[in-house]
């Protein structure tokens, strides 16, 4: 199984400030997924991160507000861009399995806590 | 329509009782997986257990299994000889098409208290 490492843990941030979360996988990967947890409520798909091209957005997310990298296999960062209190939510990556198999988890990282104050 | 669909916000279950959790799906697919999620207050998501739409017999993992009734779509999560630790948001997920890498669609969870 794949081991993804997701920073920070958490974080308090100011307002109108932007936050990078870096997603770290221990193998190398096609695609890696970013989510969007908002307190309370389920995990929403933000976008799809492939390397060497653009990032596949989810209707009502766009890139201005949350750009992402994808340098590498095993390596991507979203940033949550000028901030605000609505955008305090738990962010997770995840990847598809690396053998593509259909009966595999989906394994994510720890998430980031993030609060706009 | 929603895919995945999480009747209960909250359950409640004494120590070493048995409880289940239930997740209706809706797809037309005929190739899809179901997906079980624990997450503690830490956030973070554990798997638990996976169905395959082609499996002939309902999965199993230690004290979770599944209870896949295809014809109702539905995927049920019995966890046997409940922990003070199994108090966790369960969230049951769904997979479509042929590889592990599309993305999962998730309901919107179930909380579980486990009491002594």
């Known amino acids: 199984s794949a081991v993804i490492s997701q920073k920070p843990s958490r974080d308090i941030c100011q307002r109108g400030t932007s936050l990078t979360i870096q997603c770290q996988v221990d193998s190398q990967v096609t695609m890696m997924f970013w989510y969007r947890q908002q307190p309370g409520q389920s995990l929403t798909l933000i976008a799809t991160a492939n390397q060497g091209s653009e990032a596949t957005y989810e209707s009502g997310f766009v890139i201005d507000k949350f750009p992402i990298s994808r340098p590498n296999l095993t390596f991507s960062t979203l940033t949550v861009s000028n901030m605000s209190p609505e955008d305090s939510s738990i962010y997770l990556c995840?990847?598809?399995?690396?053998?593509?198999?259909?009966?595999?988890?989906?394994?994510f990282g720890q998430g980031t806590r993030l609060t706009v104050v | 329509a929603q895919k995945i669909t999480q009747t209960q916000p909250g359950m409640f279950v004494q120590e070493k009782e048995a409880v289940t959790l239930d997740c209706t799906y809706d797809t037309s697919d005929p190739s899809y997986g179901l997906f079980w999620y624990k997450q503690p207050s830490s956030g973070e998501m554990i798997f638990l257990i996976y169905q395959g739409s082609y499996d002939q017999q309902n999965a199993t993992e230690g004290r979770y299994s599944l209870n896949f009734q295809k014809a109702r779509k539905s995927a049920n999560l019995v966890i046997s000889a409940s922990q003070l630790g199994d108090s966790a948001m369960y969230f049951c997920?769904?997979?479509?098409?042929?590889?592990?890498?599309?993305?999962?669609?998730f309901g919107k969870g179930t909380m579980l208290l486990v009491s002594p």
């Open positions: 995840s990847v598809g399995s690396p053998a593509a198999a259909m009966n595999t988890e989906a394994f």
């Open positions: 997920a769904m997979r479509e098409g042929f590889t592990g890498y599309s993305t999962l669609t």
